[in-house]
């Protein structure tokens, strides 16, 4: 890659391709040899020890910037946005008070100063990217924070209170009004720090591999012998076996093999009956199924359910089928 700016230019990729380039470039005496690289594009570069690395700076300008606008701003509160929300800017009409001519030249100054900034230092600019990224296109997965976990958490104290779990978003806009991070008369879904509900459920289903199309799928039968017609809520089996499987909950310690190796084989000799992998059941399955040891771990599916089914002259709710492995203790 070749960049060339007026008299500055450099080249990055691979090694033979940069010494070929040179080359042919030293071959038309359009190139000197520098013995140390510190300035490009009126920028400070500063290389680690190894001179494998190097970091872009303009150390100048933030100096003059800092004496130039530092005691008019050095009291102003930090905004985690770009501006107020809902705020619009107009042209001030004719006969209106503006700003004089000297504030109108320091804010053009102090503008075109840190666009020149933004514009030659690729760590701001790619700062600001995010930043835009995260609030136009609300991209939660990849700008998760660290109090995702503490909103799941709020989600999950509004459930056990039976409290209805609407009532986030109000709980959400009260806290960050207290923490003084809004005003009440701006918008939450504008900080940076705010997940709404949707947002965490979005994420959730991503997390733990729950596809919406196969969760709670509804269907409409009729009961034989009673003729009523219900509507049942299920889920695919199979996305509910990659979810229990991929839940981040389950440590090492939740897992029951044998010398704690997957693909161990049961014990020729097993004195006492505990787990469910000490059973004869077990025992006789593995020795049937699994035809490949060390590439094979049998995965016991053990339902159980504690419910009734309706009848013609009672009313009770059918109990979920639940089930769990038997790899897990």
């Known amino acids: 890659m070749l960049v060339s700016y007026v008299d500055d230019n450099a080249i990055a990729g691979d090694e033979a391709a940069i010494e070929d380039t040179l080359k042919g470039l030293n071959e038309h005496r359009l ?13 400070e570069v500063i290389f680690n020890d190894e001179e494998t690395k190097a970091w872009i700076g303009q150390p100048h300008m933030v100096k003059k910037l800092k004496k ?6 050095k009291g102003m509160k930090t905004y985690e946005i770009p501006g107020t929300p809902n705020q619009g800017l107009v042209r001030v ?4 008070q503006g700003l004089d001519s000297e504030s109108h030249s320091r804010y053009r100054t102090g503008v075109g100063m840190l666009l020149y900034m933004l514009k030659t230092r690729p760590d701001l600019a790619n700062a600001i ?10 991209q939660f997965a990849d700008c998760l924070p660290n109090n995702a976990e503490e909103a799941v958490k709020l989600l999950l104290l509004l459930r056990k209170t039976n409290a209805p779990l609407c009532i986030y978003e109000l709980i959400m806009r009260w806290h960050f009004i207290y923490m003084q991070r809004v005003q009440r008369h701006q918008r939450v879904s504008e900080l940076l720090h705010y997940k709404s ?3 965490l459920y979005n994420y959730l289903f991503l997390r733990y591999h729950m596809d919406k199309d196969k969760y709670n799928i509804e269907t409409n039968f009729t009961v034989p012998g009673t003729a009523a017609k219900v509507k049942v809520i299920h889920h695919d089996a199979v996305a509910l076996f990659e979810s229990l499987l991929t839940d981040p909950q389950i440590n090492n310690k939740d897992y029951l093999f044998f010398d704690n190796d997957p693909f161990a084989p049961p014990p020729s000799n097993i004195p006492i009956i505990s787990d469910i992998n000490t ?10 199924l699994i035809t490949k040891p060390g590439k094979q771990i049998l995965l016991p599916v053990i339902l159980y359910i504690d419910g009734a089914a309706t009848g013609l002259f009672v009313d009770l709710n059918i109990t979920a089928v639940k089930f769990t492995f038997g790899i897990f203790n």
Do not use: M, P
């Not at 190139?31 to 920028?43: A, H, P, Q, V, W």
């Not at 009409?93 to 209106?96: M, S």
């Open 68 to 73: 130039e606008f530092w005691e008019e701003v």
């Open 129 to 138: 990217r995010k930043t835009y990224c995260h609030i136009i296109g609300n």
């Open 197 to 199: 509900r949707q947002s």
């Open 93 to 96: 009409k004719d006969g209106e």
């Open 31 to 43: 190139t000197y040899t520098r013995e140390s690289f510190t300035d490009y594009l009126s920028c």
């Open 279 to 288: 059973g004869l059941a077990y025992t006789e399955t593995y020795k049937k």
